[in-house]
């Protein structure tokens, strides 16, 4: 397969979504935090995302790099829609960098500026699949819908006409303009906590711990079934205080109804070094959890 192959043309792209022409050819994107200012030729921290004559195209639109039919609980969601299965699907990109990443080897293959490639498949046949394999949702996942949110909006519009659930499962790096454009065809959704603060975010995940926060409450707050899930990674965020402030953040800030999942790490990624973690620290994660309120704990990857 040569690059050529891969290469996409300005006339087959997809403007993006949710950003502002600054003169001088550049463009800022506003569809995460991140507002990359972004010259002419160049693309995002996300590398999905390129300035073309100071018009910021979605060069990931229409690609899914990972379809398949899952169990809903891998979400993980264990409290909408029970014992179905949903049709999920990706793109490559993101617009963190966990050093812990299960699924780098896509959600880090457009960086630094390399070529963006998958299978063709429009929003309508994502919704024709999903009907005929009798999923009564579609999930949004793999990598971060956050950055491929443009194909998932158009996707989402059409599997609610259709009675289908929308389902995201993201690490919640988003602006409120783009969590406001899809709140409407939203139906639940999971978020990955890795803690409250920078700690965490700013030297394992290239961000900041606040928006993720923030996402989690603007979700709350509009309705959206929500779940909340932490990859618990030994050394990183598996300190009890680390851990009693993400379940006083659950209780207090969003709601004591909210499920928690509390999975386990293995490596992966820049990580291989580091031990999976010990059944012990899941289960004073899960305690901690319960002594704060929260009614619905679950210790998953196990």
Request: proline share 5%; aromatic share 8%; glycine share 8%.
């Amino acid at each position: 397969m040569t690059f050529a192959k891969w290469m996409i043309g300005v006339d087959e792209m997809k403007e993006a979504m949710l950003y502002e022409k600054l003169g001088d050819g550049r463009v800022r994107c506003g569809v995460c935090p991140h507002h990359c200012v972004i010259a002419e030729g160049k693309r995002g921290i996300c590398a999905v995302r390129e300035n073309r004559d100071g018009t910021l195209y979605a060069l990931n639109y229409g690609k899914a790099i990972a379809v398949a039919i899952d169990p809903i609980e891998k979400k993980p969601l264990n409290h909408f829609l029970p014992g179905t299965t949903a049709y999920s699907f990706a793109t490559i990109g993101c617009n963190l960098r966990c050093l812990w990443c299960q699924n780098w080897a896509i959600s880090q293959a457009s960086k630094p500026n390399r070529p963006i490639y998958g299978e063709d498949i429009s929003p309508e046949e994502h919704v024709q699949r999903a009907l005929a394999a009798g999923c009564p949702s579609i999930a949004y996942t793999y990598t971060e819908p956050i950055i491929f949110v443009e194909y998932a909006l158009d996707t989402m519009k059409l599997a609610r006409e259709a009675g289908l659930k929308n389902i995201w499962k993201t690490a919640g790096y988003a602006t409120k303009e783009t969590l406001d454009a899809i709140i409407p065809y939203l139906d639940a959704v999971n978020v990955d906590l890795k803690g409250t603060d920078d700690e965490v975010y700013t030297e394992y995940c290239g961000g900041t711990a606040q928006p993720v926060l923030d996402t989690i409450k603007h979700f709350h707050a509009a309705g959206v079934h929500l779940e909340i899930a932490t990859l618990v990674v030994p050394g990183v965020n598996d300190r009890v205080d680390q851990l009693e402030r993400m379940a006083r953040f659950i209780a207090e800030e969003v709601g004591k109804e909210v499920p928690w999942h509390v999975n386990r790490f293995f490596p992966g990624w820049k990580m291989m070094d580091t031990a999976i973690t010990p059944m012990e620290t899941l289960e004073t994660a899960a305690a901690i959890g319960k002594s704060y309120g929260l009614l619905h704990v679950h210790i998953g990857n196990i």
